[in-house]
C-alpha cells in the first residue's frame, strides 16, 4: 500500500486485469493510454485521476504496479523475514 501525496491510499490489486491485459503492458505497439489504464484499473482509480496526479504521485503508483508484477503472489500483508518460530 502506498500514500499519495493528498492522504489517499492506493492498494495495487492485480487481481483485476487479466492476464492478456497484463501481457499488453509488454506488447511493442502498447501506447501511454493503454499501459496507464490497466495501471489505473490495478490501483483502483478511473483513468483520468491517474492523469491527474502530481507526478511524484505517478511514480509511486507506477512503482508499486511494478513491485506487485515482479512478485505478484507474494502478500503484502507479511511483513518481510523469518517466519519460523
Known amino acids: 500500500?502506498?500514500?499519495?501525496s493528498d492522504g489517499r491510499?492506493?492498494?495495487i490489486d492485480l487481481n483485476h486485469v487479466t492476464i492478456r491485459q497484463f501481457r499488453?503492458?509488454?506488447?511493442?505497439?502498447?501506447?501511454?493510454?493503454?499501459?496507464?489504464?490497466?495501471i489505473a484499473k490495478c490501483a483502483g482509480l478511473e483513468y483520468d485521476d491517474l492523469l491527474n496526479l502530481p507526478y511524484p504521485d505517478?511514480?509511486?503508483v507506477f512503482a508499486e504496479f511494478l513491485e506487485r508484477a515482479r512478485n505478484p503472489l507474494a502478500d503484502?500483508?507479511?511483513?518481510?523475514?523469518?517466519t519460523s518460530p
Open 76 to 82: 503484502p500483508n507479511l511483513q518481510s523475514g523469518s
Open 9 to 11: 491510499q492506493i492498494t
Open 24 to 38: 499488453s503492458l509488454f506488447d511493442t505497439g502498447s501506447t501511454d493510454e493503454s499501459s496507464d489504464r490497466i
Open 58 to 60: 505517478y511514480r509511486r
Open 1 to 4: 500500500m502506498i500514500t499519495l
